[in-house]
Protein backbone atom coordinates (compact mmCIF):
# COMPACT_ATOMS: atom_id res chain seq x y z
CA UNK A 1 0.00 0.00 0.00
CA UNK A 2 1.57 3.60 -0.94
CA UNK A 3 2.54 5.62 1.62
CA UNK A 4 1.92 9.59 1.55
CA UNK A 5 2.41 12.38 4.26
CA UNK A 6 -1.02 15.48 3.93
CA UNK A 7 -1.48 18.45 5.86
CA UNK A 8 -4.92 18.47 7.61
CA UNK A 9 -7.87 19.89 10.10
CA UNK A 10 -9.58 17.69 11.83
CA UNK A 11 -13.28 18.28 11.61
CA UNK A 12 -15.00 15.64 13.39
CA UNK A 13 -14.51 11.96 14.41
CA UNK A 14 -16.41 8.94 15.05
CA UNK A 15 -15.85 5.50 17.23
CA UNK A 16 -14.89 2.39 15.60
CA UNK A 17 -14.97 -0.66 17.44
CA UNK A 18 -13.45 -0.46 20.52
CA UNK A 19 -10.16 1.59 20.44
CA UNK A 20 -10.18 3.07 16.67
CA UNK A 21 -11.41 5.85 15.37
CA UNK A 22 -12.69 7.77 11.81
CA UNK A 23 -11.68 11.04 11.23
CA UNK A 24 -12.99 13.54 8.61
CA UNK A 25 -9.95 15.88 7.64
CA UNK A 26 -10.10 19.06 5.38
CA UNK A 27 -6.98 18.47 3.99
CA UNK A 28 -4.06 20.66 2.32
CA UNK A 29 -3.55 18.90 -0.90
CA UNK A 30 -6.20 16.34 -1.25
CA UNK A 31 -9.54 17.98 0.05
CA UNK A 32 -11.94 16.38 2.26
CA UNK A 33 -10.59 12.99 3.71
CA UNK A 34 -11.57 10.13 5.71
CA UNK A 35 -8.91 8.06 7.20
CA UNK A 36 -8.88 5.43 10.15
CA UNK A 37 -6.82 5.79 13.45
CA UNK A 38 -6.14 2.56 14.75
CA UNK A 39 -5.76 2.70 18.61
CA UNK A 40 -6.21 6.09 19.45
CA UNK A 41 -8.84 5.86 21.96
CA UNK A 42 -6.44 3.25 23.90
CA UNK A 43 -4.63 5.34 27.06
CA UNK A 44 -1.44 4.19 25.45
CA UNK A 45 -1.99 6.20 22.34
CA UNK A 46 0.71 8.62 21.38
CA UNK A 47 -1.57 10.46 19.00
CA UNK A 48 -4.77 10.45 19.96
CA UNK A 49 -4.87 13.61 21.25
CA UNK A 50 -3.36 15.13 18.09
CA UNK A 51 -6.44 14.00 16.56
CA UNK A 52 -9.53 15.69 18.09
CA UNK A 53 -11.58 18.39 16.34
CA UNK A 54 -10.28 21.51 15.29
CA UNK A 55 -6.65 20.59 15.40
CA UNK A 56 -3.97 20.88 12.52
CA UNK A 57 -1.76 17.97 11.57
CA UNK A 58 0.82 16.47 9.82
CA UNK A 59 -0.27 13.36 9.15
CA UNK A 60 1.49 9.99 7.52
CA UNK A 61 -1.17 7.79 6.19
CA UNK A 62 -1.13 4.45 4.35
CA UNK A 63 -3.69 4.15 1.46
CA UNK A 64 -6.27 1.61 2.04
CA UNK A 65 -9.19 0.16 -0.49
CA UNK A 66 -12.11 1.76 1.43
CA UNK A 67 -10.55 4.02 3.79
CA UNK A 68 -6.95 4.81 4.09
CA UNK A 69 -4.94 4.38 8.07
CA UNK A 70 -3.04 7.01 10.02
CA UNK A 71 0.27 6.06 11.38
CA UNK A 72 1.77 8.81 12.37
CA UNK A 73 -0.18 12.50 13.42
CA UNK A 74 2.21 15.66 14.61
CA UNK A 75 0.73 18.35 15.55
CA UNK A 76 1.03 22.15 13.70
CA UNK A 77 -1.91 24.08 15.42
CA UNK A 78 -2.99 23.11 18.70
CA UNK A 79 -6.48 24.47 19.01
CA UNK A 80 -8.46 21.97 19.63
CA UNK A 81 -8.41 22.52 23.72
CA UNK A 82 -8.79 26.27 23.76
CA UNK A 83 -12.01 26.13 21.30
CA UNK A 84 -13.50 22.96 23.57
CA UNK A 85 -12.88 24.56 26.48
CA UNK A 86 -15.14 27.45 25.70
CA UNK A 87 -18.66 26.49 24.92
CA UNK A 88 -19.38 30.31 22.56
CA UNK A 89 -16.14 28.85 21.03
CA UNK A 90 -17.07 25.00 20.54
CA UNK A 91 -20.52 26.25 19.08
CA UNK A 92 -19.39 28.70 16.78
CA UNK A 93 -16.14 26.47 16.08
CA UNK A 94 -18.95 23.33 15.42
CA UNK A 95 -19.95 25.77 12.58
CA UNK A 96 -17.26 26.38 10.83
CA UNK A 97 -15.84 22.90 10.59
CA UNK A 98 -19.10 21.53 9.26
CA UNK A 99 -19.37 24.18 6.82
CA UNK A 100 -15.34 23.10 5.82
CA UNK A 101 -16.72 19.84 5.17
CA UNK A 102 -19.40 20.73 2.74
CA UNK A 103 -17.13 22.73 1.02
CA UNK A 104 -14.55 20.29 1.05
CA UNK A 105 -16.80 18.04 -0.93
CA UNK A 106 -15.68 20.11 -4.08
CA UNK A 107 -12.17 19.08 -3.74
CA UNK A 108 -8.41 20.84 -2.46
CA UNK A 109 -8.74 24.33 -2.64
CA UNK A 110 -5.60 26.17 -0.73
CA UNK A 111 -7.92 29.34 0.20
CA UNK A 112 -10.53 27.28 1.65
CA UNK A 113 -7.61 25.51 3.91
CA UNK A 114 -5.89 28.56 4.98
CA UNK A 115 -8.98 30.59 5.51
CA UNK A 116 -10.53 27.51 7.99
CA UNK A 117 -7.01 27.37 10.02
CA UNK A 118 -6.91 31.36 10.35
CA UNK A 119 -10.54 30.70 11.62
CA UNK A 120 -9.60 28.52 13.96
CA UNK A 121 -6.90 30.25 15.09
CA UNK A 122 -8.43 33.69 15.90
CA UNK A 123 -10.88 31.52 17.50
CA UNK A 124 -9.02 29.59 20.15
CA UNK A 125 -7.17 33.07 20.92
CA UNK A 126 -10.31 34.50 22.19
CA UNK A 127 -10.16 38.06 20.89
CA UNK A 128 -13.01 38.45 18.75
CA UNK A 129 -16.56 37.30 19.45
CA UNK A 130 -16.90 33.84 18.60
CA UNK A 131 -20.14 34.84 16.74
CA UNK A 132 -18.08 37.43 14.66
CA UNK A 133 -15.06 34.62 13.99
CA UNK A 134 -18.03 31.96 13.11
CA UNK A 135 -20.22 34.74 10.42
CA UNK A 136 -16.90 36.24 9.23
CA UNK A 137 -15.85 32.87 8.05
CA UNK A 138 -19.04 31.93 6.63
CA UNK A 139 -19.22 35.08 4.58
CA UNK A 140 -15.67 34.59 3.38
CA UNK A 141 -15.70 30.76 2.88
CA UNK A 142 -18.62 31.38 0.44
CA UNK A 143 -17.04 33.98 -1.19
CA UNK A 144 -13.99 31.58 -1.45
CA UNK A 145 -16.00 28.78 -3.37
CA UNK A 146 -16.90 31.14 -6.05
CA UNK A 147 -20.33 32.89 -4.29
CA UNK A 148 -18.91 36.26 -3.15
CA UNK A 149 -21.44 38.30 -1.74
CA UNK A 150 -21.91 42.25 -2.41
CA UNK A 151 -22.80 44.45 0.35
CA UNK A 152 -22.07 47.83 -0.53
CA UNK A 153 -23.07 48.57 -4.68
CA UNK A 154 -26.43 47.02 -5.60
CA UNK A 155 -25.58 43.56 -7.23
CA UNK A 156 -28.38 43.83 -10.27
CA UNK A 157 -28.03 46.97 -11.91
CA UNK A 158 -24.99 48.06 -9.60
CA UNK A 159 -26.26 51.61 -8.33
CA UNK A 160 -24.00 53.19 -6.00
CA UNK A 161 -24.90 52.21 -2.61
CA UNK A 162 -25.56 52.08 0.25
CA UNK A 163 -28.51 50.27 0.15
CA UNK A 164 -30.11 48.27 3.19
CA UNK A 165 -32.17 45.82 1.46
CA UNK A 166 -30.05 42.46 1.24
CA UNK A 167 -31.33 39.61 -0.74
CA UNK A 168 -29.63 35.78 -0.07
CA UNK A 169 -30.76 34.94 -3.28
CA UNK A 170 -30.05 37.87 -5.66
CA UNK A 171 -26.60 37.94 -3.67
CA UNK A 172 -26.36 40.69 -1.54
CA UNK A 173 -27.87 44.79 -1.46
CA UNK A 174 -30.74 45.91 -3.66
CA UNK A 175 -31.94 49.08 -4.57
CA UNK A 176 -34.68 50.99 -4.63
CA UNK A 177 -35.50 50.56 -7.97
CA UNK A 178 -34.19 46.57 -8.36
CA UNK A 179 -35.90 45.42 -4.81
CA UNK A 180 -38.18 42.86 -4.95
CA UNK A 181 -41.15 41.45 -2.24
CA UNK A 182 -39.74 39.17 0.53
CA UNK A 183 -35.84 40.67 1.58
CA UNK A 184 -35.62 42.29 4.56
CA UNK A 185 -34.43 45.81 5.28
CA UNK A 186 -31.55 45.93 7.32
CA UNK A 187 -30.32 49.03 9.47
CA UNK A 188 -27.22 50.76 7.21
CA UNK A 189 -24.86 49.33 10.17
CA UNK A 190 -25.67 45.83 9.98
CA UNK A 191 -24.85 46.14 6.01
CA UNK A 192 -21.44 47.49 6.91
CA UNK A 193 -20.94 45.20 9.61
CA UNK A 194 -21.76 42.44 6.90
CA UNK A 195 -19.07 44.11 4.27
CA UNK A 196 -16.63 44.21 7.30
CA UNK A 197 -16.92 40.57 7.91
CA UNK A 198 -15.92 39.78 4.16
CA UNK A 199 -13.29 41.60 4.20
CA UNK A 200 -11.70 40.69 7.71
CA UNK A 201 -11.88 44.34 8.95
CA UNK A 202 -12.13 43.17 12.65
CA UNK A 203 -11.44 46.49 13.83
CA UNK A 204 -15.29 47.67 12.28
CA UNK A 205 -16.62 44.45 13.34
CA UNK A 206 -15.35 44.10 17.30
CA UNK A 207 -17.44 47.96 17.41
CA UNK A 208 -20.67 46.67 16.32
CA UNK A 209 -23.96 46.60 18.24
CA UNK A 210 -26.04 43.27 19.51
CA UNK A 211 -28.58 44.39 17.50
CA UNK A 212 -26.00 45.12 14.20
CA UNK A 213 -24.41 41.66 15.14
CA UNK A 214 -27.78 39.72 15.36
CA UNK A 215 -29.40 41.32 11.59
CA UNK A 216 -25.78 40.52 10.60
CA UNK A 217 -25.67 36.81 12.11
CA UNK A 218 -29.02 35.95 9.99
CA UNK A 219 -27.81 36.90 7.10
CA UNK A 220 -24.42 35.22 7.05
CA UNK A 221 -26.29 31.84 8.23
CA UNK A 222 -29.29 32.21 5.15
CA UNK A 223 -26.41 33.19 2.69
CA UNK A 224 -24.37 30.29 3.63
CA UNK A 225 -27.37 27.64 3.64
CA UNK A 226 -28.49 29.06 0.39
CA UNK A 227 -25.52 27.99 -1.26
CA UNK A 228 -24.77 24.54 0.54
CA UNK A 229 -28.46 23.64 -0.45
CA UNK A 230 -28.54 22.15 3.11
CA UNK A 231 -28.79 23.64 6.73
CA UNK A 232 -26.39 23.53 9.35
CA UNK A 233 -26.77 21.75 12.12
CA UNK A 234 -24.26 23.62 14.07
CA UNK A 235 -25.97 27.17 13.60
CA UNK A 236 -29.02 25.35 15.40
CA UNK A 237 -27.13 24.82 18.63
CA UNK A 238 -28.73 27.92 21.31
CA UNK A 239 -26.15 30.04 22.63
CA UNK A 240 -25.83 30.41 26.20
Not at 67 to 91: F, H, K, P
Not at 93 to 108: D, F, H, N, Q, Y
Request: with cysteine; net charge positive; proline share 5%.
Amino acid sequence: MPLYREEGVVLRTHKLGEADRIVTLLTRGRGLLRAVAKGVRRTTSKFGARLEPFMVVDLQCYEGRSLDSVTQAETLGAYGAAISADYDRYRAGSAIVETAERLGEGGPSLPLYALLIGALRTLAAGKIDPELVRDGYLLRAMSAAGWTPGFVDCVRCGAPGPHTVVSVQAGGVLCEACRVAGPPRLDPESVALLNALLEGDWETAVASNARQREQAAGIAAAYAQWHLERGLRSLGVARR
